[in-house]
């Protein structure tokens, strides 16, 4: 047999997360596996890189198959993508060689991803990206922004958040490195490690007529709702948030306490986005 991988953008925005379930066929695994099916004739299951959850989107996502047939790039992704809604799209098709790569797995092989979390810092957003985005005036943080606009006496003109980046550029640095992130995932299970590497987090304040955050974090592996997490806990340091009081100097604490209800709230999953996963052979 053939063994391929795939790589895939979609908008989550309609679906049910990624993960197949039989009594929900909206799923992104689901449709995805349907039309492979459907171009080689053949059950087609595919293993994902990971479990994006509902409403999470994907620039760069990646799963592996394997077929009977031998496949042409050109042919399978114009032929493929025309059975796929235009949300869902395959951008890559590439052959992995069994002999070289034997256990290759989109999921287990994979030594780096990176995801994005976008905060609008105004009251009402972009209108052309606010689905993608989490607004601070919604759960969990339902911010007024009369208390937090950078200038109280003109926020007709003003109407954003003033982040102390100071405070969340330390958070970041505190959370990078291998932790073991118990407090940072809804995942209660212990029987598995919850041990992961951050090798990188970056947060950049994008000015201009719609003034966003973006928070970006590669790491060998993220645990159940680790990214939408930490990106709480960045977020309530960089407001001085009253309801979490988290400061940056707190982090060692809680990371040490492995306690979920000591690290800061989970965002909504519209704001996060699977940029890309890296392989050792293969991008």
Request: glycine content about 6%; hydrophobic content about 30%.
């Amino acid at each position: 047999m053939y063994h391929y991988l795939i790589t895939i953008t979609y908008d989550g925005t309609k679906y049910y997360g990624w993960q197949r379930l039989s009594n929900q066929p909206s799923t992104i695994q689901n449709i995805i596996e349907n039309a492979l099916s459907k171009f080689t004739s053949e059950k087609i299951k595919i293993n994902g890189s990971g479990r994006t959850d509902a409403g999470v989107s994907a620039l760069g996502q990646t799963a592996d198959f394997y077929s009977n047939i031998l496949l042409d790039e050109s042919t399978f992704l114009q032929n493929v993508n025309m059975m796929l809604p235009t949300d869902i799209q395959i951008l890559k098709l590439q052959y992995i060689n069994s002999r070289k790569y034997p256990d290759f797995h989109a999921r287990k092989s994979a030594i780096a991803k990176h995801y994005r979390y976008t905060v609008s810092l105004t009251e009402k957003g972009n209108p052309f990206t606010c689905r993608y985005e989490y607004h601070l005036k919604e759960t969990p943080l339902k911010l007024d922004f009369r208390n937090y606009c950078q200038d109280e006496s003109n926020y007709a003109s003003q109407p954003y958040m003033n982040l102390n980046m100071q405070e969340i550029d330390q958070c970041c640095q505190c959370l990078c490195g291998t932790h073991d992130f118990s407090a940072f995932t809804s995942d209660k299970s212990t029987d598995k490690s919850h041990v992961r590497t951050i090798s990188q987090i970056t947060c950049t304040l994008n000015d201009g007529l719609f003034p966003t955050l973006t928070m970006d974090f590669v790491g060998d592996g993220f645990l159940y709702n680790m990214v939408r997490i930490l990106a709480g806990t960045i977020l309530c340091c960089g407001l001085s948030q009253q309801k979490y009081s988290i400061i940056a100097s707190q982090i060692p604490d809680i990371l040490e306490s492995k306690e979920r209800k000591n690290a800061g709230p989970t965002l909504p999953s519209n704001g996060l986005m699977l940029v890309s996963v890296t392989y050792d052979h293969f991008s």
